[in-house]
């Protein structure tokens, strides 16, 4: 700001400059791309508040952000991290309206059906609590109240929750307790259960537990950890104006949030792309061969090692692993067959691309191959000169920078918050098989002359079936997760999916394939209201995009026919609404022979007359039972 | 002791930015009521600018009572460490 300041501070004061002029020039995109490029999130609140407050004056909708409705609830001062929260969210793809309730009335504005939280009609409700909310105080010593103690303060938040849910059809955030960094007994608070930094611990695991689904937990206190619990609160602002944590960890919670929020909407990254030589390896394996690569031993070794395991349990909890490296092929893939200190192993890496192209072709090659947008893949590689080329000609790949020590590669990665989730089912841990599969069927194409021919050499089976408990956590992800294949947008609970069944002449099936290669899973969830008269409506459709192209859709179209004869309707309804990432089905009743009966801005209607005996559609998949 | 006149300067740099207009012009009795946008929130704002820009932590009563320019300029000629 002063003359004798370095040059840091006049950089920002310059590229805000910048940024305002480009604003000026009506150039939204390029200024809100100035704007990111300045603050990390763990930059301070000075800094943090500048750049998100000229944000502010970017017009969203020129972004192509999607719109999300957000309030906040707290018992202690937000106003200043709003901006900064907008500021986070907007780098994830949405532009928030927040609205934040008056200072210190969670439970009345929650309790209260005609308070503003109501009218305000929120996508997410964030119950912004802390632990000085959380009433666990038992006397030194403890006793038998303990467990009684904790279930009370957690039935306090879930009374809450069941209003919040009867009243609005939103996604509730909830805080957890930060931890205080002292308490009056010291190392002592940590050995027994009565101490109030062991209440909140315990409180901290039932809520937890007690979250259903619509409820996710905000681990505040892993943010505060993670911030530095000494100086997560700064005392002098909380006496002042009861800010309950330090300015400057703004950024880190508002990224934090906006990652977590992205991924309940189903916009956290699905797979990981990774190069090899001094990625996966030290050492270049065309140069240095099998026995000259650094892997399991030495320092380096070992940091490499652990990375692959790092990688490994990402795999295991459901991201899909690729490689794309410049090698030759036999090279690339020889320490995966041989190095005994491999972690990782071939049948890991659902694709894996090693030849001399550029990384960006190999990658939208990789998207492809998948089936997957090219905008949920993280891109590793230790080479600045490949980040860079992926930076800029597939702008929205994620490609962190990567640091040049492995012992921080992991460190790296996890800071990015990539692959945030609010949900995991047994299904997640196949799901790499399932892309595997899936890859391997795309070889196996190129040999066959003709589609039909290859379809048949798959051998597909379909189970399907009604909703029963076993399948439910699975069907309601589908309906939540699916962006492409989905052709209302709708979203139903558990509970709600659940209610749907129940109904009079409603019916919700559920579709399984396998076939020679392996299982794909429950891929398909269909939501049949039979409740009009002689009619159908197909209230939800979604499917996984990995099964397209297989028939699945017209074996789901005679199983509908079917459903229909057999509830004595003569007409079936679809309908299609579009989204930012569903432009895929728009044609999909067309082509399945509907009529299209209306077009209202877009929202279109679909319409099957269905003759006495209907013809089936070609279809290779065949009913399991 | 700190130039009184160059804190003057850096802290009106420090209101340019923060009130997002270069045409105020510092006074020792100016008080939040004569700079439009100067309400407890961006106080907030302001104060923490200034703590950072000068290196001082300002005491919880401090920033309370910081609502005169005046007062706020003897706190940085004493305290000031950059």
Not at chain 1, 1 to 8: K, L, N, R, T
Not at chain 1, 370 to 376: E, K, P, Q
Not at chain 1, 497 to 511: E, F, I
Not at chain 1, 591 to 618: A, H, K, Y
Request: glycine content about 6%; aromatic content about 8%.
């Amino acid at each position: 700001m002063s003359q004798q300041d370095g040059a840091p501070v006049n950089s920002l004061k310059n590229r805000l400059a910048a940024a305002k002029s480009a604003l000026a020039d009506g150039a939204h995109k390029e200024a809100f791309l100035i704007l990111t490029a300045l603050v990390t999130p763990g930059d301070d609140f000075v800094n943090q508040a500048r750049v998100a407050k000229l944000s502010l004056s970017i017009n969203q909708t020129l972004l192509g952000l999607q719109p999300i409705r957000i309030a906040l609830l707290a018992s202690t001062t937000l106003d200043h991290f709003s901006d900064i929260l907008r500021f986070w969210l907007a780098q994830e793809g949405f532009a928030a309206d927040l609205w934040i309730a008056p200072y210190d009335t969670i439970v009345p504005t929650i309790m209260d059906e005609g308070s503003d939280l109501y009218s305000f009609r929120p996508d997410i409700v964030w119950i912004f609590t802390t632990h000085r909310d959380v009433r666990v105080d038992v006397a030194a010593g403890g006793g038998s109240e303990v467990q009684e103690v904790i279930a009370a303060a957690v039935a306090t938040n879930t009374t809450l929750w069941q209003t919040i849910q009867h009243r609005l059809s939103c996604v509730i955030l909830q805080n957890n307790a930060d931890i205080p960094a002292g308490d009056p007994f010291g190392n002592y608070a940590g050995q027994v259960e009565w101490t109030r930094r062991n209440m909140l611990r315990r409180y901290n695991l039932s809520l937890g537990s007690a979250a259903p689904f619509g409820v996710v937990i905000f681990d505040l206190d892993h943010v505060a950890a993670n911030f530095g619990r000494a100086r997560w609160v700064d005392w002098r602002y909380w006496y002042h104006s009861k800010h309950a944590f330090t300015f400057d960890a703004c950024g880190t919670l508002a990224f934090h949030a906006a990652r977590l929020i992205a991924g309940l909407k189903g916009c956290a990254k699905k797979a990981i792309v990774l190069d090899l030589d001094n990625t996966l390896w030290g050492g270049v394996i065309g140069d240095d061969g099998l026995s000259g690569i650094k892997l399991g031993n030495g320092a380096d070794g070992e940091a490499f090692v652990d990375f692959q395991r790092y990688v490994l349990t990402l795999k295991q909890r459901g991201i899909i692993l690729a490689v794309c490296s410049k090698n030759e092929e036999e090279n690339a893939k020889e320490p995966f067959l041989k190095h005994p200190d491999m972690v990782l192993k071939l049948e890991d890496i659902a694709v894996f691309r090693a030849n001399w192209q550029n990384k960006a072709d190999n990658i939208c090659d990789i998207a492809r191959i998948l089936n997957i947008g090219a905008d949920s893949l993280v891109f590793i590689d230790d080479s600045p000169l490949e980040r860079n080329l992926v930076r800029e000609f597939m702008p929205m790949v994620a490609v962190p920078e990567l640091p040049e020590d492995p012992a921080r590669y992991v460190q790296c990665i996890e800071e990015h918050c990539y692959f945030e989730t609010v949900s995991f089912s047994p299904e997640d841990t196949e799901r790499a098989a399932y892309y595997r599969t899936n890859a391997m069927r795309s070889e196996l194409v190129a040999q066959f002359t003709n589609v039909a021919e290859y379809l048949r050499s798959l051998q597909m089976v379909s189970e399907r079936g009604n909703l029963n408990p076993l399948l439910l956590p699975r069907m309601a992800q589908l309906i939540n997760k699916s962006n492409q294949f989905h052709l209302t947008g709708t979203r139903y609970s558990e509970v709600e999916l659940q209610a749907c069944a129940n109904r009079a002449q409603w019916l919700v099936r559920y579709y399984k394939l396998s076939d020679r290669f392996g299982d794909n899973g429950l891929i398909s969830v269909v939501v049949h209201n039979g409740s009009i008269e002689h009619t159908v409506v197909i209230d939800t459709w979604v499917m996984s995009c990995r099964v397209l192209g297989r028939t699945m859709e017209e074996f789901i179209h005679n199983d509908i026919i079917e459903i229909a004869r057999g509830m004595d309707c003569h007409t079936v309804i679809g309908r299609y609404l579009p989204s930012a990432k569903n432009k895929l089905v728009a044609n999909l009743y067309s082509r399945l022979g509907f009529s299209q009966v209306s077009d209202e801005g877009g929202v279109t209607t679909w319409c099957l007359e269905m003759p006495s005996s209907p013809q089936p559609l070609e279809t290779f998949i065949t009913s399991l039972g | 002791m700190n130039d009184r006149s160059a804190i003057i300067n850096r802290l009106t740099d420090v209101f340019h930015d923060i009130f997002d207009d270069t045409s105020i012009k510092l006074r020792d009795e100016m008080t939040a009521k004569d700079v439009e946008e100067w309400d407890s929130l961006n106080h907030i704002n302001l104060v923490l600018a200034v703590e950072k820009e000068f290196g001082v932590l300002l005491n919880a009563a401090e920033v309370g009572a910081l609502a005169n320019v005046g007062q706020m300029l003897d706190l940085l000629v004493a305290r000031a460490t950059k």
